[in-house]
């Protein structure tokens, strides 16, 4: 999978790069080519503060750091979210989250034009509804097994998980 920055940038290689320093601010974000996809998204750069693997849902916090999204501690947590698109990362790595368009996502078993929901299996979502655990800003455009077994596809918008309301 090769997803290339396409706004203009230079010195950007492949978003799917691990760094083990960062190379451009946290929160930067850019526009980008997935060669798999064929369509444009949005990737915002972060901190993993866990391992993480590709098309694992994500946390974004208020320093652009990130950990995976677990619906045992994180439900109602009202926060942006971003699915991983490097292959893997270690904790204190550097890399890209994609934040809009068609996404790579762990799934569960799910049906497309689905819902999406954190799931107690970290980074890991499904269309079955959890209190306080949807994540808004997207739904599954295909079902489990496509693009490959343990995954589906994603249509995303700047995705966020639920917030308590007052």
Not at 8 to 31: K, M, Q, S
Not at 74 to 80: E, Q, S
Not at 126 to 137: E, L, M, N, S, T
Request: hydrophobic share 40%; proline share 2%.
């Amino acid at each position: 999978m090769a997803i290339f920055c396409n706004d203009g940038r230079l010195g950007i290689a492949d978003l799917a790069t691990v760094d083990t320093a960062a190379r451009v601010p946290l929160g930067t974000i850019i526009t980008g080519y997935d060669s798999v996809t064929e369509r444009e998204g949005e990737y915002i750069y972060t901190k993993f503060n866990a391992t993480t693997t590709v098309g694992q849902l994500c946390k974004i916090d208020s320093t652009n750091e990130s950990t995976l999204f677990d619906n045992d501690t994180d439900a109602n947590l009202g926060c942006p979210v971003g699915w991983a698109v490097g292959a893997s990362y270690a904790a204190d790595e550097f890399g890209w989250l994609q934040i809009a368009g068609k996404v790579k996502a762990k799934a569960g078993t799910v049906a497309a034009n689905g819902k999406v929901y954190g799931t107690a299996t970290g980074g890991t979502v499904d269309d079955a509804a959890v209190a306080g655990c949807q994540i808004y800003g997207a739904k599954f455009v295909t079902t489990d097994g496509t693009p490959a077994a343990g995954f589906a596809y994603v249509e995303c918008n700047r995705p966020h998980s639920m917030a308590t309301t007052a």
